[in-house]
């Protein structure tokens, strides 16, 4: 093995290579994928927000809202809608009830530029549990203060007290990188 001493033009490029690769190692490569060394972690309606007492039928309601905090970018990774009959998990027939997930998109507001995210509009049976969230194949990505939006549209499911919808949204936010 031999060693050398670079000297010259030679010594200023191999330094640069260096410092690029300095500056390269505080890059996460995919951290939608992994969570980022900045990271912080997101479950958004694990808390009383993510419940909503059965609304009556054929009203759109807003079943939890979850806005990505300026400086962030917010991955989705898993995602719970279910329906608790009397405290346990109910009985959620196809077409029971129907909820979509919206990005900048206010219930109720039909002229607004809001969207529906792909692959969840009007989705009409539960998705997860309070035990096993379901989890996105790819997350779901979203901006600096998005507003993200679990819309739940009750058609068939009883009122009765105490009957809710529950919404939850995990996953993990990181600081948008300063370039």
């Keep these: 093995m031999s060693t050398s001493i670079l000297e010259g033009p030679a010594s200023v490029i191999a330094a640069n290579e260096v410092r690029a690769l300095k500056e390269r190692h505080r ?6 994928s992994y969570p980022p060394p900045s990271w ?5 309606g694990a808390d009383s927000s993510g419940t909503l ?9 807003q079943a939890l809202l979850y806005t990505v905090p300026q400086g962030y970018i917010f991955a ?14 109910g009985v959620w027939n196809p077409g029971d009830a129907k909820w979509s997930l919206t990005v900048n998109k206010p219930v109720g507001v039909a002229s607004f530029q809001g969207n ?3 692959g969840f509009t009007n989705v009409d049976v539960p998705l997860g549990t309070l035990q096993i969230p379901w989890p996105l194949v790819g997350p779901e990505l979203f901006e600096p203060n998005d507003a993200v939006r679990v819309e739940f549209t009750n058609t068939n499911l009883a009122q009765d007290d105490p009957n809710f919808i529950k919404a939850i949204l995990l996953g993990w936010r ?3 990188p300063m370039r």
Excluded: C, H
């Design 27 to 32: 890059d996460w490569p995919y951290p939608w």
């Design 76 to 89: 989705l990774q898993a995602i719970v809608v279910e329906y608790l009959n009397s405290g346990v998990i």
């Design 174 to 176: 990181w600081p948008v």
């Design 53 to 61: 007492a059965v609304p009556a039928p054929a009203t759109p309601t």
């Design 116 to 118: 529906y995210v792909q």
């Design 40 to 44: 912080v972690r997101v479950t958004a």
